[in-house]
């Protein structure tokens, strides 16, 4: 039924989401990294573990030369407004309710959360309310109405992260980096890795996959070292 149901989605860089750990890490500053990281990708993550399981569903056209040429056409539990903002007040109520770790809570909730808001500014309509239900179908769309632009955002708004947190070189580098990496996905005019993608929807999974570990862990990893301005870096300043 939900089979003929094909429409063209354009997901947020993997690189982009992992940049809002950065924020929370600012907000948050006695919350280790590691479970912001997971929460700003859990959305995701669930996306691929759902699509290798077959609940979800990725299909391609018979020739891929830009994200327009994939569609994400099933994804109905991982991305849809009820599951995200569930997770998150789930994932409060446990973490500072029933565990007591009042900050963790918090930033893991609004991690989650702010997955289904990035998605949302993004995505062509494919965000459903809850899974069962078709329509609306919500997401403004930035990437169907100016993908120019909607790569100039995306830029913008890992370098904003970076800045907010006063990370160093090399977590700017990686956030450069990781936008860049995608734009041959943006134009068919561009040629890239994508047209190897046609027909091989596990194949884009996992190259997802790939990418969502691989910038989480770098992110990480390049997190632990900030700019000289930052105050973060005197232990006397740093709060419990
Ligand atoms: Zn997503």
Not at 7 to 29: E, G, I, N, Q
Not at 56 to 73: G, K, M, N, Q, W
Not at 82 to 92: P, S
Request: proline content about 6%; glycine content about 8%; some cysteine.
């Amino acid at each position: 039924m939900h089979a003929n149901v094909v429409f063209v989605s354009k997901t947020m860089f993997a690189v982009d989401h992992a940049a809002t750990a950065l924020l929370l890490k600012r907000r948050y500053p006695a919350v280790p990294i590691a479970p912001l990281l997971l929460a700003v990708q859990v959305m995701e993550l669930a996306w691929v573990a759902l699509n290798y399981l077959g609940v979800e569903h990725t299909t391609t056209e018979p020739v891929v030369r830009s994200v327009a040429d994939i569609h994400l056409a099933w994804m109905p539990y991982s991305h849809s407004v009820i599951t995200a903002l569930g997770a998150a007040v789930i994932a409060w109520a446990v973490i500072e309710l029933g565990m007591g770790r009042r900050a963790l809570g918090r930033a893991v909730a609004l991690g989650i959360a702010s997955h289904l808001v990035l998605d949302l500014l993004t995505h062509a309509h494919d965000i459903v309310l809850w899974p069962g239900r078709v329509s609306p179908r919500l997401g403004l769309g930035l990437y169907d109405a100016a993908p120019a632009a909607a790569f100039v955002v995306e830029m913008a708004y890992g370098v904003v992260c970076w800045w907010i947190y006063r990370g160093g070189r090399g977590l700017l580098a990686l956030i450069v980096l990781g936008n860049l990496a995608n734009l041959s996905l943006l134009s068919p005019s561009i040629p890239g890795p994508e047209a190897f993608l046609a027909g091989r929807p596990v194949l884009v999974v996992s190259l997802v996959a790939l990418q969502i570990v691989v910038t989480l862990v770098l992110t990480g990893v390049l997190a632990r070292s900030r700019g000289p301005t930052s105050p973060v870096m005197v232990p006397s300043v740093r709060r419990a």
